[in-house]
């Protein structure tokens, strides 16, 4: 008698969600497994925040840009649909910190802020004499207590003064995690600064100690970045996955609103009144919707508190004559004391030479921080404008933009604050004693990147595979 069919059904067409669905379809083909797996997503399009407009010859997209190079999981998933001759690295030019009114360039030998070259430190404008004196503190400071968690700017603080993590280390952080550095965990983002200062007591001499010292160049790869992207946009790899997933099995401009479980496994009612089932779940959804669709369950009540921060892009498009001073770089952070409504700008065209045509410049900035988030409700015109107004005081911009792309990102920065680990490890056990066979993934957990959330994804294809097949075993054999 062949085996009875099991069901999976994924909710959120994020990549957390298509990474899920590919690998469980995958392992099924593989190991003859009888699954019927379905991916459920609430808009008309899959890939999350992945979303490419491609016009007039450029390539824009309207959220993440690339992922780490290091980070293996994306460029094995593009390997797998085909992806793998689209991937290009950035060109590695100079970045810059916009403090006190001028762009520094960023010092040399900085890691994430921290200095690992000393030279490039002492000899930058960045810092005033007593910034730079008050960050040398951090060679004689002794390691902090051994602690479970604290605040990422407390943590760099103590050791090197508020002036550094104000115009280094805070535009570089918060940019990563659109948050507020005094209520980011150090142990859910960088856990690793955290070991080096309790291993080696100073911050700067560790990271020196432990960062592997850079080849001579030969001036073979001297100007290619730590990121990939694909040249056709992020959201071409988004349709490849998609192409490759079993015919029928993604439902989209579907929402589930409730999931319960029953004696065989768990009904998911979608919002037209319709009943789905299933033996197993994969939950790749933001975390407050997580929570509304499992709110008899209080334990997800922790989900109601962790926050999200709202954020926008503003691509502009000009021709180059455009830009009369330009800058010999690909993008520069701002200052968090700085009186500039952008947080960041990518020369897009500098660093993704792709995404441009000849002749034109792309500039990308980022808008909205921590506290300061009504500016992302403005309307298309005045953010450009706001936008257009803080580019000036740095370049002299001649014309008007062939077009702008806005796009707004509400609520959808989740936010690893102080405890975060704790919390989602207490939400885990839970889940795992009161709703076997459900799991949760994606950027409100463990990483935001691409490839944390590819991880999670493949993570949970085996805790299902594992839940489905192995219990099975046991009670064949018992």
Same mark, same amino acid.
């Given at each position: ?46 890939? $999350? ?44 030019? +100079? ?22 070259? *000393? ?56 940019? *990563? ?18 070991? @080096? ?6 911050? *700067? ?18 100007? !290619? ?5 694909? +040249? ?19 439902? +989209? ?7 319960? !479980? ?9 919002? $037209? ?11 790749? @959804?933001?975390?407050? @919707? ?51 409504? *952008? ?23 980022? @808008? ?16 450009? !404008? ?84 192995? +219990? ?7």
């Amino acid at each position: 008698m062949s085996e009875e069919q099991k069901k999976v059904i994924i909710i959120g067409g994020g990549i957390t969600g298509l990474a899920t669905a590919y690998y469980l379809q995958k392992e099924a083909r593989e190991k003859g497994l009888s699954l019927d797996v379905k991916l459920v997503e609430a808009s008309q399009r899959l890939g $999350g925040k992945l979303q490419t407009v491609v016009k007039e010859g450029f390539v824009i997209e309207r959220g993440p840009d690339s992922f780490l190079a290091r980070k293996q999981s994306a460029s094995r998933l593009a390997k797998e649909v085909g992806m793998e001759n689209e991937l290009i690295r950035n060109t590695a030019g +100079k970045s810059f910190v916009l403090a006190r009114e001028r762009l520094h360039p960023m010092p040399g030998g900085s890691i994430m802020g921290i200095p690992t070259q *000393i030279a490039p430190f002492i000899t930058t404008g960045l810092f005033s004499f007593p910034g730079k004196l008050r960050a040398a503190a951090d060679f004689v400071l002794p390691r902090s207590n051994a602690m479970k968690d604290q605040a990422l700017g407390g943590f760099f603080r103590r050791r090197l003064g508020d002036e550094v993590v104000e115009n280094l280390i805070e535009p570089l952080l918060s940019g *990563i995690y659109a948050g507020d550095i005094d209520h980011l965990s150090l142990m859910s983002t960088f856990p690793q600064f955290y070991q @080096v200062e309790q291993k080696y007591r100073s911050l *700067i001499l560790g990271m020196k100690k432990s960062t592997p010292s850079q080849p001579k160049s030969t001036g073979e790869k001297k100007d !290619k970045g730590m990121f990939l992207t694909f +040249k056709t946009g992020l959201q071409s790899f988004v349709d490849a996955i998609e192409k490759k997933l079993e015919p029928n099995s993604v439902m +989209k401009g579907v929402r589930i609103t409730g999931i319960d !479980k029953n004696t065989n496994g768990y009904e998911l009612e979608l919002d $037209g009144g319709e009943i789905l089932l299933a033996d197993s779940v994969v939950i790749s @959804v933001p975390h407050h @919707v997580t929570q509304s669709m499992l709110k008899q369950h209080r334990f997800f009540d922790a989900f109601k508190e962790m926050p999200s921060t709202s954020v926008a892009t503003v691509a502009l498009a000009f021709p180059k004559e455009a830009i009369e001073k330009d800058i010999e770089g690909t993008g520069f952070v701002v200052s968090r004391n700085s009186d500039y409504t *952008i947080t960041a700008c990518t020369w897009t065209h500098k660093k993704w030479p792709h995404s441009a045509p000849e002749g034109k410049v792309l500039l990308r900035c980022y @808008v909205g921080r921590p506290g300061d988030e009504a500016v992302v409700d403005l309307s298309d015109n005045e953010m450009v !404008k706001i936008v257009l107004n803080d580019l000036n005081k740095t370049m002299n911009i001649t014309m008007a933009p062939d077009f702008a792309v806005v796009t707004r990102w509400k609520d959808s920065m989740p936010q690893y604050t102080v405890g975060h680990k704790e919390r989602i490890d207490h939400v885990m056990s839970q889940l795992t004693a009161e709703l076997p066979g459900v799991y949760v993934a994606g950027s409100s957990y463990d990483g935001l990147g691409m490839p944390d959330c590819i991880d999670q994804g493949e993570k949970a294809v085996q805790q299902v595979l594992s839940f489905l097949y192995s +219990k099975n075993k046991k009670a064949i054999h018992s």
